[in-house]
């Protein structure tokens, strides 16, 4: 639908799930994509070799987003093998669930660092580039746990509210150099993380989506095309909701 040719995106936890769905798409439009990932090289090596043809307009490159020293020369590489930039989208993100008054400080922490200053750190050094270019689409991928607060996800509920409160102040910062800033919210996605839960938990998730299923990837990703493309430039600092309704 969308004509990505010609264009560079960057994909963070693009090789797994909703991230994987995202640069399959952006590839299929024309696309060069750049998909990162933290540590699993299989999962990378399956995705890469799924692709067949259209590999050759995917890099791959392994980092920490939560590591500001990783993340500058993740950038530094990035100038020296590609001369155009126009699309980040933030889809890295962790879960260390527990409830708030068992929860050990560390993995508080560190989903806050990955989920929220991973996006901090990413989309400053993204927004240097678009700058000098005038043009730039962020889309961050959030989730309704930033409205529902669900249990036993304080940290990552508080991560994924400050997503979008800091794309809602972003968006205003750079509005004026033709860059937008928004974000999409999956609800139940039909990905690894609902493979791994019972069948009683998959059936009280079902009851409280109107539309009665869970949502693909592809549907999600759809939607983040849709952000990231010239046609949406009238869009910025807003929340797409993917989740059926929830």
Same mark, same amino acid.
């Given at each position: 639908?969308?004509?990505?040719? &010609?264009?560079?995106?960057?994909?963070?936890?693009?090789?797994?799930?909703?991230?994987?769905?995202?640069?399959?798409?952006?590839?299929?439009?024309?696309?060069?994509?750049?998909?990162?990932?933290?540590?699993?090289?299989?999962?990378?090596?399956?995705?890469?070799?799924?692709?067949?043809?259209?590999?050759?307009?995917?890099?791959?490159?392994?980092?920490?987003?939560?590591?500001?020293?990783?993340?500058?020369?993740?950038?530094? &590489?990035?100038?020296?093998?590609?001369?155009?930039?126009?699309?980040?989208?933030?889809?890295?993100?962790?879960?260390?669930?527990?409830?708030?008054?068992?929860?050990?400080?560390?993995?508080?922490?560190?989903?806050?660092?990955?989920?929220?200053?991973?996006?901090?750190?990413?989309?400053?050094?993204?927004?240097?580039?678009?700058?000098?270019?005038?043009?730039?689409?962020?889309?961050?991928?959030?989730?309704?746990?930033?409205?529902?607060?669900?249990?036993?996800?304080?940290?990552?509920?508080?991560?994924?509210?400050?997503?979008?409160?800091?794309?809602?102040?972003? =968006?205003?910062?750079?509005?004026?150099?033709?860059?937008?800033?928004?974000?999409?919210?999956?609800?139940?996605?039909?990905?690894?993380?609902?493979?791994?839960?019972?069948?009683?938990?998959?059936?009280?998730?079902?009851?409280?989506?109107?539309?009665?299923?869970?949502?693909?990837?592809?549907?999600?990703?759809?939607?983040?095309?849709?952000? =990231?493309?010239?046609?949406?430039?009238?869009?910025?600092?807003?929340?797409?909701?993917? &989740?059926?309704?929830?």
């Amino acid at each position: 639908m969308f004509n990505f040719r &010609d264009q560079t995106v960057v994909v963070t936890g693009g090789t797994r799930g909703i991230g994987r769905a995202i640069t399959r798409r952006f590839l299929d439009a024309g696309a060069t994509v750049v998909a990162t990932y933290t540590a699993n090289d299989a999962a990378k090596d399956e995705f890469q070799d799924s692709l067949g043809p259209a590999a050759r307009n995917l890099h791959l490159c392994k980092f920490d987003v939560a590591d500001y020293a990783q993340v500058e020369a993740f950038y530094k &590489d990035f100038d020296a093998q590609h001369k155009n930039f126009s699309v980040l989208v933030n889809n890295s993100g962790i879960r260390k669930d527990a409830v708030l008054a068992m929860m050990r400080p560390e993995d508080w922490q560190k989903v806050l660092d990955v989920n929220l200053t991973g996006v901090f750190y990413m989309s400053k050094l993204a927004v240097h580039r678009f700058m000098a270019n005038r043009y730039g689409r962020i889309i961050t991928i959030t989730s309704p746990a930033s409205r529902f607060g669900f249990e036993g996800q304080a940290n990552y509920a508080a991560s994924k509210a400050g997503q979008i409160a800091m794309s809602r102040s972003l =968006s205003k910062e750079v509005a004026s150099r033709g860059i937008t800033v928004n974000c999409v919210s999956p609800g139940f996605i039909d990905t690894e993380f609902l493979a791994g839960l019972s069948e009683k938990l998959r059936k009280e998730y079902l009851v409280s989506i109107p539309l009665k299923r869970f949502g693909t990837p592809d549907e999600v990703a759809a939607c983040v095309l849709f952000l =990231s493309s010239r046609e949406a430039g009238y869009i910025t600092g807003s929340v797409l909701s993917v &989740d059926g309704g929830l």
